[in-house]
């Protein structure tokens, strides 16, 4: 030790080492120190307490965080305050279409159609829906349509068809789904809110699902894989939610099981298929076929 010099400044005198074990252990038997560093010790235990109160805070932010992040396989039911408003898809000559292929239109007869419906670029042949069954008009590229009602359009097919691929393409295009995968495909049950949703793989309705909201509001699906609805299923619209708003834009095929009701507009990249007794309002776009068995489809 240097002369002239304080031990302390080696090591930590009595008081000192006191003085911190205050600090960190908050003991009252250190309360004898002097009084300059009990001031000192007030100051800190302050400090500390408020030190603490910031810790209490973020961690009560960290949980609410953690609460806000709730599974979308949940946030599908909530209330009006989940909804997110999106823009429509405009069908373009599509949307005066109740049923449009490119490939035809199969039909065990008989089903009852309100609308217009339609194929192209394939003959009108491929059409098989009778005139009886139909209370619009039938649309063919050439005069091998259902006679003698079907009407030579080529030109406005074609439109159509154009118009009926690029709003597929952007109903598959929209970005940032407020639903990601809800139930895992499986939806049976659900009550549908407006928005987005996307799913990576195929969709099926085991049972009953209602879609609810506002007469303006929007929703569009996006199927990656099929879409299947079992027999005797039944979509229920609620709120004032309109059938022309909701899109079903589905990569592989729609299959409508028997005696089963669908709502909405399906706007297909393969096939349709309606099985005997199913009924639609809504739309069906295919960019192959749509096969109808003894079915109602309406225009929505």
């Keep these: 030790m240097i002369a002239g010099t304080q031990s302390w400044e080696i090591r930590p005198s009595v008081i000192q080492l006191k003085f911190w074990l205050a600090v960190l252990c908050g003991k009252s038997r250190f309360a004898h120190i002097s009084n300059h560093s009990q001031l000192k010790l007030k100051k800190i235990m302050q400090l500390k307490q408020v030190f603490a109160a910031v810790v209490i805070m973020a961690v009560v932010c960290t949980q609410g965080c953690k609460k806000d992040s709730t599974d979308v396989s949940s946030v599908a039911t909530l209330g009006d305050q989940s909804v997110e408003r999106i823009g429509t898809i405009d069908l373009g000559l599509a949307g005066n279409f109740v049923i449009l292929s490119k490939t035809g239109i199969t039909d065990v007869y008989p089903s009852v159609i309100t609308g217009d419906i339609g194929s192209s670029p394939i003959t009108g042949a491929a059409i098989h829906v009778s005139c009886k069954e139909e209370s619009g008009t039938i649309y063919s590229v050439d005069a091998a349509g259902p006679l003698p009602c079907s009407v030579d359009n080529a030109t406005r097919l074609t439109t159509a068809v154009k118009d009926m691929q690029t709003a597929y393409t952007d109903?598959?295009?929209?970005?940032?789904?407020?639903?990601?995968?809800?139930?895992?495909?499986?939806?049976?049950?659900?009550?549908?809110?407006?928005?987005?949703?996307?799913?990576?793989?195929?969709?099926?309705?085991?049972?009953?699902?209602?879609?609810?909201?506002?007469?303006?509001?929007?929703?569009?699906?996006?199927?990656?894989?099929?879409?299947?609805?079992?027999?005797?299923?039944?979509?229920?619209?609620?709120?004032?939610?309109?059938?022309?708003?909701?899109?079903?834009?589905?990569?592989?095929?729609?299959?409508?099981?028997?005696t089963s009701h669908f709502e909405g507009i399906i706007l297909g990249k393969t096939g349709i298929n309606m099985k005997t007794g199913a009924s639609i309002n809504g739309r069906m776009l295919a960019q192959t076929a749509v096969t109808l068995q003894k079915n109602t489809v309406t225009n929505p």
Excluded: E, M
């Design 171 to 258: 109903a598959a295009g929209r970005l940032h789904p407020k639903f990601l995968n809800l139930g895992a495909g499986n939806i049976g049950g659900q009550t549908l809110r407006p928005g987005l949703y996307k799913w990576t793989s195929a969709v099926v309705i085991p049972t009953d699902i209602t879609i609810q909201g506002a007469a303006d509001a929007i929703w569009i699906f996006q199927v990656a894989g099929t879409l299947s609805v079992s027999s005797a299923v039944k979509i229920t619209l609620k709120g004032g939610a309109l059938a022309k708003n909701i899109f079903w834009q589905t990569s592989g095929k729609v299959t409508l099981g028997t």
